[in-house]
């Protein structure tokens, strides 16, 4: 598959090989970043889809997921927040909530869907400023929407949802070739079991949560941490080499969904012809004015708060109380696990030991 460029347009050749005919390219020019996005979205929502039995959706930006969302019935306020004006079918309930985590992020996303594309999720896409999509399958109605998407530029990948790779994978990078085993780990409740904390109990619900966290960090740039809620990942903060630089930007994004989830939107009804990156704006102009940097995050109940790898400080521990987290779910391995332990004890939250670091490049 020949594409656009590489990584920047200078780099004017790239392609794609895959002799298992697993990935199609269906419309559009797709450049290495697309591809990259592509096939770490699918992976995610196809593992998350098949652990929770769940429709899922991600919006991914720069091999990173902006959000993530299981499908859920929306409120009044969902809709109004995420700028809904439609009925929605339950996929396309998933992708509205996992754009609506950071529709800032998410400007020029690429989307990967674990169901096959409704004319539903067609519609709603087809008023966003997307680069490409990624799904198992394509009502034809649907399709031909997408198609004239960009002026017929529209990036849509199918993929065999049937398709395992092979146990060895392999890239190369400045002329010499590594290899690995690749990361075919399974997230299941038995990685959730090792309660450290005096508080033990973990609701069904939040077990959920936990799991999802765990499949987007699996997929995420590291280091990583991740805010999930009632089957939506709210704040993700990735890349970072400080872990509470990673703490503070997943718990911050997620107070600003949350300060966005209750914001009174009448005051849209005064923009009716703004284009919706317009809307964006003025919403995260009001969210200023309403709430600036108030934390309101710790007045919603349910939080978890994840990590890809061990906390070598309580700090984190502490920035996590500050913003109501209840419930966390992380490797250990710090020599100051015990610290972490007792203030977490102090706080009345629940660490998990995952055992299980999930770094990812």
């Not at 797709?30 to 593992?47: H, R, T, Y």
């Not at 997921?65 to 079918?89: H, T």
């Not at 010499?176 to 399974?186: A, H, V």
């Not at 903060?237 to 630089?245: D, H």
Request: aromatic letters at 6%; proline letters at 4%; hydrophobic letters at 40%.
């Amino acid at each position: 598959m020949k594409l656009k460029y590489g990584m920047n347009p200078n780099q004017d050749y790239a392609e794609v090989i895959d002799p298992s005919n697993a990935l199609q390219l269906l419309n559009g020019k797709p450049s290495i970043i697309n591809v990259l996005d592509a096939l770490n979205a699918w992976q995610l929502v196809k593992e998350a889809s098949d652990e929770l039995g769940s429709q899922c959706s991600t919006s991914f930006k720069h091999v990173t997921p902006s959000g993530v969302a299981l499908s859920r019935s929306l409120s009044d306020q969902e809709k109004a927040a995420y700028l809904i004006k439609k009925p929605l079918s339950p996929l396309a309930s998933a992708y509205a909530r996992a754009r609506g985590t950071d529709r800032l992020a998410s400007f020029g996303d690429f989307i990967a869907l674990s169901h096959q594309l409704d004319e539903e999720t067609a519609s709603l896409i087809k008023t966003e400023v997307s680069d490409g999509i990624i799904a198992p399958a394509y009502d034809p109605a649907a399709l031909e929407t997408l198609k004239a998407k960009k002026k017929g530029n529209y990036v849509v990948f199918a993929i065999d949802p049937d398709f395992i790779p092979p146990d060895i994978e392999s890239r190369e990078l400045f002329g010499i070739t590594i290899r690995q085993k690749r990361n075919d780990l399974k997230i299941t409740d038995a990685l959730l079991q090792n309660v450290v904390t005096k508080n033990r109990d973990i609701p069904a619900a939040i077990l959920s949560d936990l799991k999802l966290g765990m499949i987007t960090l699996k997929f995420t740039q590291s280091n990583s941490i991740c805010v999930v809620n009632n089957g939506h990942v709210i704040g993700i903060g990735s890349g970072q080499q400080s872990r509470i630089l990673c703490s503070g930007l997943a718990l911050s994004k997620a107070n600003v969904w949350y300060q966005k989830s209750l914001l009174d939107y009448a005051f849209l009804k005064e923009q009716p012809d703004l284009k919706r990156t317009e809307l964006d704006q003025l919403i995260e102009l009001k969210r200023q004015e309403v709430y600036g940097d108030k934390v309101i995050l710790n007045e919603l109940e349910g939080s978890c708060l994840l990590s890809d790898g061990f906390f070598p400080q309580k700090d984190n521990i502490e920035l996590a109380h500050k913003y109501g987290i209840k419930y966390i779910a992380t490797p250990m391995g710090s020599i100051r696990d015990q610290e972490i332990i007792d203030a977490a004890d102090s706080y009345g939250m629940r660490i998990v030991n995952t055992g299980t670091r999930l770094f990812h490049h």
